[in-house]
Structure formats: structure tokens, C-alpha cells
């Protein structure tokens, strides 16, 4: 029975979906101006998991996460690059693509773009009006009268008067309160065309918390089960999508928030004013990218992620260990979960105890440990299977154990078993001097040798 932690009530609550047998989810996704960020790889890689789990426990999941490709930042970024603002949001959500799919990370159901749903928020903004929870304020934005809404608070636990505008709330002495949010922007005259839409209230575009709330409905219902995104996002964001939603419709609109906790950077906040700001593919380049999706389902997905080299290192040395498992007693072919064995049932208790990976991937080494002890290829199928199921261990061993090692030691794959092969002509002349050289070299170079019954194989160090 899969429990969840619910921000919104505090607490773990046992998993009921809506519709028997169905999921519907939403998470929140990039905002498309510049390359993608660790705090980016592990929303996207921690909701996979959560998609991938459901999945497997045979629930029928239905995933939409968002892009948004109109804010100021996106803007800015266009007009100081000379582009237009679909050449730069199409580069960005390609290069999203590419980051995503070296992680392991499934493409989601459905990844509406907010450009395509302006309509909808017009329409939202409109019903909120006719509602009176939304008015035209003196500069001529439609803004969302926070006070007007009665459970405002309900997410972040706060009251009206311990609130504070956050970092995306424009504080304007227009409004009729500072806590009071942006719907729809009037356009400036300096702005390009391309961000200027037709309304009821004059041109301009859509405000940033609007679009969750008309895309989610739209693609998923006014009521769904599962909303996702990082903790940053709980307030004013979501806390903005649930006034906006609940306003609207006059009713609960999701049953299960989701927030997965900071990436921190050697003990820090990452943010590029400490520089200490990485993008996924400046992490890439010195790691592989399965080290990198081990290293973030590792940690359960609501505690602080620390990333360092060590904390890389230190995940890289960890996911070795379970492919050399694998590659000591390979499996043929694809491989298929018991969930009668003891090792999967402790899996699938972790799983169910809110997604705990880190207890699950305690499962894996317990698993691998018994392959290797007991040569098992029953046990071999099942470590992969398992392993499957969060996105790991589905690469050829060989060829992970062999990953990186070249390009560190300056030598490629063919390099490597040349001197290999001079050192089996060595051995083989009792030249045992030009053998040790030969192994000495190569173990300098990073690369572990390992003799078996079947020759001589290599890994990375």
C-alpha cells in the first residue's frame, strides 16, 4: 500500500487515486532561457521515478509536466541575444531534451507549452473575474485578490499576515494589496510582438502561476491526483495555483502535493551569486550521466541533495559495485521482476514508504552482495529487473565498468587492450618484469586489471 507525504497536510497519507487504477500528475517544468541546472536534473529525475513506480505497481499513469517558454526572464534573455523568443525557448527545450534523455528520464505523457494555452488562461481569468476574485488593477494587469480567497495559506501553513510577496511576485503600489499576483500582464510598448496577445483586458501575456492552473485542467481535470515540483515552488507558486484553481472551479484541485527538497553545493545553497551554480551538462562532462541519476535517487527525494565530488565520487564507486556484480555473472536478454523474493519485497516496502529510493537502493546492494557471493543468475535477473525499475543497471556491464576510463588515461579502448595483450606476451615469456611495468603503467593511468579464468578484463579505477 503506497503512502505518500502530502505538503499539504503535513503528513504521510495512504495513496487513493481519484479514478480506481489511474493517475493523473502534474509537476511543474523549466523555464526555457538558459541551459538546465542540477536543482532541474533532479525534479526531472526524482518525478521519472514517481511515474516509473506507479507504473510498475500497475497503476495506469497519466504524466504532464510543463514548459514555460513566455516570462521576463525568457524575454530579456531573447532581446539580448538578437533572437526571436521561439528561436531561443526551441534551442533551450531541445538542449532540456538532450540533458533529460542522457539522465534515463522518459519523456512525459504530455509537455504543453504555455504559449499554446493562452486561450485557457483567459478563460480561467475570466471565470476568477466574473467571480470577483480578480480585478483590473491601476497599470492595467489583472491581478488575483489574495484575500478574497478564503483557504489562502493552506500549502505554505501561513497566515495572510506572516506572508511575504516571493522572488516571482511583482510588488506594485497598482495593486490593491502587495500579496496580490499578476494574472495577466498589459503590454509594454517596448516588447516584442511576439509576447502580445489580444484579451478582454487589452494585448499583453499571461502571468507565470496562471498557466499551471489552465494547462493541469485542461489536460487532466479541475481535479487530479498528484501536483509535483521543487520546494521552492510551494509558495507563492503553487500556493498561487491552488487560489487560482480552487477559486475558479470551487472545489479541491489536487489530492497530493509533492516537493523534493534543495540541491546544495558542498553544504551551500546552489545559486550563481556564490558561484557555485552548475548546469547539468558542465556536470556531465566529468561524469557519467547513470552516476549522476544514481546519485540523486540515492537520497530520498524530500532531504537537502549535497553535491560534491566526493558525494560523486563516492556514487560512482557505489554504482561500480553493483555492475560488477553483473558483469561476474551476466544476464541474457531482458529481465523480469519476482516480487515474491525477499529482496523485492523489501524494494517494494521502501517504494511504498514515499518513494523511500535510498532504502530501496539498500535493497540493490543486499541483492548484489548475494550474486556475488552465490553466482546466482536467478539473482543476477533479478538485480537488473530491480534495478530497472528506478532506471539503473540497464547498460552492458563491460561497458560502463570501461566508461570514462580512455579519455582520463589519454588511451582509448584499443590502446588499453594492446597493452594488455603485450602483457599476456610477457607473462606468457616469464618476462614477469615487463609484465608488473606493463600493469603498473596502466593502473597509473586509472585503469584496474583483472585476472579471471577467462583472461584478463579492465575497468575504470
Known amino acids: 500500500m503506497l503512502n505518500i507525504y502530502n505538503t499539504l497536510s503535513r503528513n504521510k497519507e495512504v495513496f487513493t487515486p481519484i479514478e480506481p487504477g489511474k493517475v493523473r500528475m502534474y509537476v511543474c517544468g523549466m523555464t526555457v532561457y538558459d541551459f538546465c541546472h542540477l536543482g532541474h536534473a533532479r525534479v526531472m529525475v526524482v518525478f521519472d521515478m514517481v511515474a516509473r513506480w506507479l507504473r510498475a505497481s500497475g497503476l495506469d499513469v497519466t504524466y504532464v509536466r510543463n514548459i514555460t517558454d513566455i516570462d521576463d526572464k525568457i524575454i530579456r534573455r531573447a532581446q539580448e541575444n538578437g533572437e526571436t523568443i521561439r528561436a531561443l525557448t526551441d534551442r533551450f527545450i531541445a538542449a532540456m531534451h538532450e540533458d533529460a534523455d542522457a539522465l534515463g528520464v522518459l519523456r ?34 489583472v491581478c488575483y ?16 499576515d506572516e506572508l511575504r510577496a516571493g522572488e516571482r511576485v511583482d510588488v506594485a503600489q497598482d495593486k490593491n494589496d502587495p500579496l496580490d499576483f499578476v494574472l495577466w500582464k498589459h503590454a509594454k510598448t517596448e516588447e516584442p510582438g511576439e509576447v502580445k496577445w489580444a484579451s478582454p483586458w487589452g494585448e499583453g501575456r499571461p502571468g507565470w502561476h496562471i498557466e499551471c492552473s489552465a494547462m493541469s485542467s485542461d489536460l487532466l481535470g479541475d481535479h487530479f491526483d498528484i501536483h509535483g515540483g521543487g520546494m521552492d515552488l510551494q ?12 477559486g475558479a472551479h470551487g472545489h479541491a484541485f489536487v489530492n497530493y502535493w509533492m516537493h523534493n527538497g534543495f540541491v546544495r553545493v558542498d553544504d551551500e545553497k546552489m545559486s550563481k551569486s556564490l558561484g557555485n551554480f552548475f548546469t547539468i551538462r558542465e556536470v556531465l562532462q566529468k561524469y557519467d550521466p547513470e552516476v549522476v541519476r544514481f546519485f540523486i535517487l540515492r537520497a530520498h527525494y524530500r532531504s537537502a541533495l549535497n553535491y560534491s565530488d566526493t558525494h560523486l565520487e563516492d556514487a560512482r564507486n557505489a554504482l561500480t559495485r553493483l555492475y560488477t556484480a553483473l558483469k561476474n555473472v551476466p544476464v541474457q536478454g531482458d529481465a523480469e521482476v519476482d516480487w515474491e523474493e525477499a529482496h523485492a519485497r523489501r524494494f517494494r516496502a521502501a517504494m511504498d514508504d514515499d518513494f523511500n529510493t535510498a532504502e530501496a537502493v539498500a535493497a540493490l546492494f543486499e541483492l548484489a552482495n548475494e550474486v556475488n557471493r552465490s553466482a546466482s543468475p536467478a539473482l543476477a535477473r533479478q538485480l537488473k529487473a530491480l534495478a530497472g525499475v528506478l532506471g539503473l543497471l540497464q547498460r552492458d556491464p563491460r561497458a560502463f565498468l570501461q566508461a570514462g576510463a580512455a579519455d582520463a588515461a589519454g588511451l582509448d579502448a584499443g590502446e588499453i587492450e594492446a597493452r594488455i595483450a603485450a602483457r599476456a606476451a610477457a607473462k606468457k615469456a616469464k618476462d614477469y ?22 583472461g584478463t578484463t579492465w575497468r575504470r579505477a
Do not use: C
Open 145 to 160: 485578490a489574495v484575500r478574497k480567497f478564503e483557504g489562502y495559506g493552506k500549502l505554505s501553513g501561513k497566515s495572510l
Open 108 to 141: 512525459p505523457d504530455h509537455e504543453p507549452r504555455a504559449t499554446d494555452y493562452v486561450a485557457q488562461m483567459q478563460s480561467l481569468i475570466s471565470r476568477l473575474e466574473h467571480k470577483g476574485l480578480a480585478y483590473v488593477a491601476a497599470n492595467r494587469d
Open 235 to 246: 509558495f507563492p507558486h503553487h500556493e498561487n495555483e491552488i487560489a487560482q484553481s480552487e
Open 433 to 454: 618484469a615487463e609484465a608488473d611495468r606493463i600493469r603498473t603503467e596502466l593502473t597509473a593511468a586509472g585503469i584496474v586489471l583483472e585476472d579471471g579464468p577467462g
